[in-house]
């Protein structure tokens, strides 16, 4: 019902950049927001930096100053702009989205596959 085409991930030397994108489609009604969390082996799924309708921006504290997320809820679209990046942000990129979906009841969390960032040191 609900599809994601995520990009933007790689590998990169500590400190340089990465953009990440995801874009939404399918039966959608109403999008709250969107963002992208990662995991990290052995760790739990985290937030890292999410963005409302109304335009107002989460980060989590470790990437604030060098992480910014911008999109157009409306486009069901986000990106994630990655600058100075280290070793610690090596993880599995995941886009989520917080969906009303056409004839469906309330909203939900929707993911999409995930996009694998290395940082090597």
């Known amino acids: 019902q609900v599809q994601f085409v995520e990009s933007g991930g790689g590998l990169v030397q500590s400190g340089g950049s990465l953009r990440l994108s995801c874009a939404a489609s399918?039966?959608?009604?109403?999008?709250?927001?969107m963002g992208w969390y990662r995991q990290a082996p052995g760790k739990q799924r985290e937030l890292v930096a999410v963005i409302s309708s109304g335009g107002d921006r989460i980060y989590t504290h470790t990437v604030k100053g060098r992480f910014t997320i911008s999109g157009d809820n409306a486009k069901n679209e986000v990106s994630l702009q990655m600058n100075s990046l280290k070793p610690e942000d090596t993880a599995i990129y995941y886009c989520?989205?917080?969906?009303?979906?056409?004839?469906?009841?309330?909203?939900?969390?929707?993911w999409g596959q995930g996009t694998q960032v290395t940082v090597s040191s």
């Open positions: 989520c989205a917080r969906l009303t979906i056409l004839g469906g009841v309330g909203a939900n969390d929707y």
């Open positions: 399918g039966n959608i009604f109403s999008n709250y927001r």
